[in-house]
């Protein structure tokens, strides 16, 4: 499974929301209108389905899906 | 109190869901309470409860993905907050959301949420807490929730005071109209009580009936052989408007609320005052608030409580402020048939009353079989009556001995005409 559909399934599963509304460049409060607990949700889950931790500080820099998957695969090729 | 007026009604309980449900089974008094199935209460030494059904068929724009971020208790409440404003016939675009409040009562918070969070804390650490438990859990999360979906912005406040806090909540909110710092108020209630630890606290405090072989028999508040109330889960909320922005809109004009006091028992943390002193000078205060005079109050929507201490304390309260006449009102506590809702059971109560007044009858207090000497009112037993109601109090108390009275009165003739059929079900 690529990164990518990981992390679509991961974010349809936790926001029950359909496949089509999940939009790769814009921002996901944006287009799926995430709050601030959707998201802790969406990176603990992420945590947990890729083994990896995300500090603070990335946190503050993710906000589309292209960021997260940018984020879990340089994560994955620096390990 | 000055011309606020009730112009929307919504309810969530045992008997059903929206008040045209709620009125059809209230009425035949009938018994709504049955054994808890939605977890293992086999050790609890009280098992029963009035519990919702169908919530989750009533959809409106209630996600899946927002109800995961919730408690049953917030659910409710927004589904009632629904029903209110589709009943007033209120559409929000057409109101400064600036100035439109909301005023809940709860005692208990979203515990079925909680509880399992709290689960995942103990065995998985901090990690194991879902980050929605924030605002799932406490007391005014349906608070926030309702001013999320709606997009309410105005001054608005929770309060926690035991079963009096949704009666106080509706009083807050009715005063805050009357002093024109909003426009439009959603107040009420809601409870969630039907919970593994939520149970456990309230047996723990030991108010609860244990007839748990005959559930519809259980709640008998005024009855000699009673032995406590029966928790339930439901939630009900009204709309406040003042009288002459209602009329301008040609709103449901249901009842008018005309005054609302509160005092202290100061004797005990468990049992109310015996003599019910405190209480009486409640009635009288809303009384004389209200303007009425004691000859004009037609009923009186009682708390009910189904303890010695609260049945016997409650009819010498109304026999000390109504003389003589206390035995000509009609006494009852509809909440026998369904269970008591603890923080949201005065919103129900009011909602109870209110169609009491529209269609000439007052719902019964079932399980009344064996009169005590000591409570010796007309209780209204396990049978609907007919009358007349235009005056009415609603009685509302909390543990720790917190009293509350509210005044209510039909608007003109808002009375719809009927009679009961065979059944002695009510017909139009």
Known sequence: MSVEQGVRELIIEILSVQPEEIKMEEKLSDSLGVDSTEMVNVILALEKKFDLHINDKQITKISSLRDIITLIESKRAAA | ?428
């Open chain 2, 1 to 428: 109190m000055q011309d606020i007026v009730i112009t929307g009604m919504g309810v969530v309980a045992p008997p059903g869901i929206g008040t045209a449900d709620f009125w059809h089974h209230v009425q035949e008094g009938r018994s709504f309470v049955s054994p808890i199935t939605r977890f293992d209460s086999s050790l609890y030494p009280s098992r029963i409860a009035g519990q919702v059904n169908g919530l989750e068929s009533y959809k409106n724009g209630f996600s899946a993905r927002l109800l995961k971020k919730v408690d049953l208790f917030s659910h409710m409440a927004l589904v009632t907050s629904d029903l209110a404003l589709k009943d007033a016939k209120i559409d929000l675009r057409n109101f400064n959301l600036h100035r439109t409040g909301i005023f809940m009562g709860n005692t208990l918070g979203g515990w079925l949420f909680a509880e399992t969070e709290l689960r995942d804390l103990y065995l998985e650490g901090r990690d194991g807490v879902s980050p929605y438990m924030a605002s799932a859990w406490f007391p005014a999360a349906p608070q926030g929730q309702i001013s999320i979906f709606y997009g309410i912005k105005g001054y608005s406040k929770t309060v926690v005071a035991d079963r009096a806090g949704s009666l106080m909540a509706i009083a807050y909110g009715a005063r805050t109209l009357e002093r024109g710092k909003l426009d439009l108020v959603l107040a009420g209630g809601t409870e969630a009580p039907v919970t593994p630890y939520a149970l456990l606290c309230c047996n723990t405090y030991d108010f609860l009936s244990r007839k748990n072989d005959t559930p519809e028999n259980a709640y008998a508040p005024f009855d000699k052989n009673r032995d406590g109330l029966v928790v339930a889960e439901g939630a009900g909320i009204l709309t406040l408007e003042r009288l002459h922005d209602a009329q301008r809109r040609n709103a449901p004009l249901y009842a008018r609320i005309c005054s609302f006091y509160t005092n202290c028992d100061g004797y005990d943390r468990v049992a109310f005052e015996p003599d019910g002193t405190s209480l009486a000078v409640a009635i009288e205060e809303a009384l004389k608030e209200a303007g009425f005079d004691k000859d004009s109050v037609d009923y009186i929507c009682s708390d009910g409580a189904a303890t010695a201490s609260g049945d016997i304390s409650e009819t010498r309260a109304i026999k000390k402020v109504f003389g003589r006449r206390a035995k000509e009102i009609p006494v009852s506590a509809p909440k026998s048939m369904f269970g008591n809702m603890l923080g949201a059971q005065g919103s129900v109560d009011i909602i109870t009353t209110v169609l009491s007044m529209m269609y000439g009858t007052i719902c019964p207090t079932i399980n009344y079989k064996n009169p005590d000497p000591e409570c010796d009112l007309d209780y209204v037993p396990n049978k609907a009556q007919r009358k007349d109601i235009k005056r009415a109090l609603v009685i509302s108390r909390g543990r720790g001995g917190i009293n509350a009275v509210m005044a209510l009165e039909r608007i003109g003739n808002n009375l719809i005409t009927g009679k009961n059929n065979e059944e002695g079900r009510y017909v139009s």
